[in-house]
């Protein structure tokens, strides 16, 4: 049975949720020291410190059609990888609405997101040290750090062409990116949007960083400033055409791109 398979089954035999939520609900207090690989550890395990790792759908594609894995794992093309990759967050986030009432794609349910699109193991490892740490202390720290180049406009970048991205980018290459001036982001359908800070972005991706810290402002269906959802937002603000401009200025190009712009 496929990771998917056992999704769809799932869907129908509760028996298979209870058994995890179980041995999930049994750590909830303890004073073990433990690193829970799961779903839902953020929910039956509240005071742990929750990370949530995120990649870009068509990376996520690429890698489990290149992983070793089992040959009922295995898939024909990488297109067909991340339709199952796709498919199968939609069913985990419909099912554990249903069941739980929540929302586990939601980043506001963590301590601290990282898209680890573009970054190596190491630097992640690194990343999550280092927040916990503020975290252990009661510091404040930016909770989502995101690959610039996974990051969609929502404004026509070329009435947005000047000097100031050049200038950020030098500063960049020279003192890396400055912490203090987070960019703010919409989240749609597993995909980031900028939703204030498109010149910092742009340099972000001339000086060739990897990750840069960032602001949530809406999920999905929750209001942005003007009193629209996050999704209308981008459906007004956003299209494939502004990406492509986007990846000419910026000199990066997307690895995927959502269906809230290409089924236009």
């Known amino acids: 049975m496929t990771t998917l398979e056992l999704n769809k089954y799932a869907q129908y035999h509760a028996e298979v949720d209870e058994q995890v939520d179980a041995a999930l609900k049994g750590y909830r207090?303890?004073?073990?020291?433990?690193?829970?690989d799961?779903?839902?550890?953020?929910?039956?395990?509240?005071?742990?410190?929750?990370?949530?790792?995120?990649v870009d759908?068509?990376?996520a594609g690429e890698r489990v059609f290149c992983a070793s894995r089992k040959a009922e794992e295995a898939y024909e093309t990488v297109?067909?990888?991340?339709?199952?990759?796709v498919e199968r967050r939609r069913l985990e986030t419909e099912?554990?609405?249903?069941t739980y009432g929540i929302d586990q794609s939601n980043p506001r349910n963590y301590d601290l997101v990282i898209d680890t699109s573009f970054v190596s193991p190491s630097e992640v490892v690194d990343l999550i040290e280092a927040r916990m740490r503020d975290w252990n202390v009661g510091r404040e720290y930016a909770h989502l750090w995101v690959s610039p180049a996974v990051l969609f406009p929502t404004v026509n970048i070329r009435c947005r062409k000047d000097s100031r991205a050049e200038a950020l980018a030098s500063a960049m290459k020279e003192q890396g990116y400055d912490e203090a001036k987070p960019v703010s982001c919409l989240h749609v359908d597993s995909y980031f949007f900028v939703?204030?800070?498109?010149?910092r972005v742009v340099a972000a991706n001339w000086a060739k960083l990897s990750l840069l810290p960032a602001t949530l402002v809406a999920h999905q269906d929750e209001l942005v400033p003007g009193g629209v959802t996050a999704e209308e937002?981008?459906?007004?603000?956003?299209s494939l055409s502004q990406a492509y401009d986007w990846e000419e200025f910026s000199g990066s190009r997307h690895p995927s791109y959502p269906s809230i712009l290409t089924a236009r």
């Open 29 to 36: 207090g303890s004073d073990e020291s433990v690193i829970l």
């Open 38 to 54: 799961s779903r839902l550890a953020w929910f039956f395990v509240p005071e742990a410190f929750k990370v949530r790792l995120v």
């Open 57 to 59: 759908p068509g990376i």
């Open 79 to 85: 297109e067909h990888a991340v339709e199952a990759v």
């Open 95 to 98: 099912r554990y609405k249903a």
């Open 195 to 199: 939703f204030d800070g498109h010149h």
């Open 233 to 238: 937002y981008v459906m007004t603000n956003s």
